[in-house]
């Protein structure tokens, strides 16, 4: 596996939690919006601490960037990502990735799981092929919502957000569950894009799929 040592550029924070890293780009390094790769902290404790993380910057930008939500309750590599700062060394390998966009459908995202959505997105909004895409984006908080502004600019009336632990009037509090599927989604035969925790993820495949989805539509990281 071919690795590549890149320097951060900069740093935003995006949420309170959630950070974006704009790194440099190796020359002919190119990904397809949706795919990821294995990082690592260029230091001599953590060079062997991989982690998947997705790509949010678009093949055209000059850097790539990273979206990367922050565990900060153990010592583990989100954690130590935090305290690193502009000039520091990461480590990257080749890309690798199983969402990909088939077609205009229905997003469904549970925190940090946007991020494969978010390159997605912005490519297809530069392109002018946004259509009628719909996000369904869950939260525990408003304020755990990543990119809220520019999805919003990106979707319009067509990016919704749910929250699940705060009673919030400009946001529905509730579950993706079946309920919830059936009075929302209007064509079950159009593509769907699943991306959160592992449980989220198995529990939406198994109900769309007994709604009518088509499996082979049903995109999610395998």
């Not at 900060?72 to 890309?95: F, K, Q, S, Y």
């Not at 199983?98 to 297809?124: M, S, V, W």
């Not at 579950?175 to 699943?194: A, C, G, H, M, N």
Request: charged share 25%; with cysteine; hydrophobic share 35%.
């Amino acid at each position: 596996m071919e690795e590549h040592i890149v320097r951060i550029l900069s740093i935003k924070d995006v949420t309170h939690n959630v950070r974006s890293y704009q790194i440099s780009k190796p020359a002919g390094y190119r990904f397809e919006p949706g795919q990821a790769t294995e990082v690592s902290i260029n230091k001599s404790n953590w060079k062997d601490e991989r982690r998947p993380f997705t790509f949010t910057s678009l093949n055209e930008w000059p850097h790539l960037e990273f979206t990367i939500k922050s565990y900060t309750d153990h010592p583990g590599v989100t954690n130590e990502l935090r305290t690193l700062i502009p000039g520091d060394e990461l480590i990257i390998r080749d890309v690798w990735g199983a969402i990909a966009y088939k077609g205009e459908g229905y997003f469904i995202a549970g925190g940090a799981g946007i991020t494969p959505f978010i390159a997605i997105l912005r490519q297809l909004k530069k392109d002018n092929k946004i259509n009628s895409n719909q996000l369904y984006f869950s939260n525990k908080t408003s304020s755990d919502i990543i990119l809220h502004d520019e999805l919003d600019k990106i979707l319009g009336s067509n990016a919704h957000y749910i929250v699940t632990n705060e009673n919030n009037v400009q946001f529905a509090k509730k579950y993706i569950d079946k309920e919830f599927l059936v009075s929302e989604i209007e064509d079950f035969k159009k593509p769907f894009y699943v991306c959160g925790p592992d449980k989220m993820i198995s529990d939406i495949t198994r109900i769309l799929t007994e709604l009518g989805a088509d499996p082979d539509s049903v995109v999610f990281e395998k």
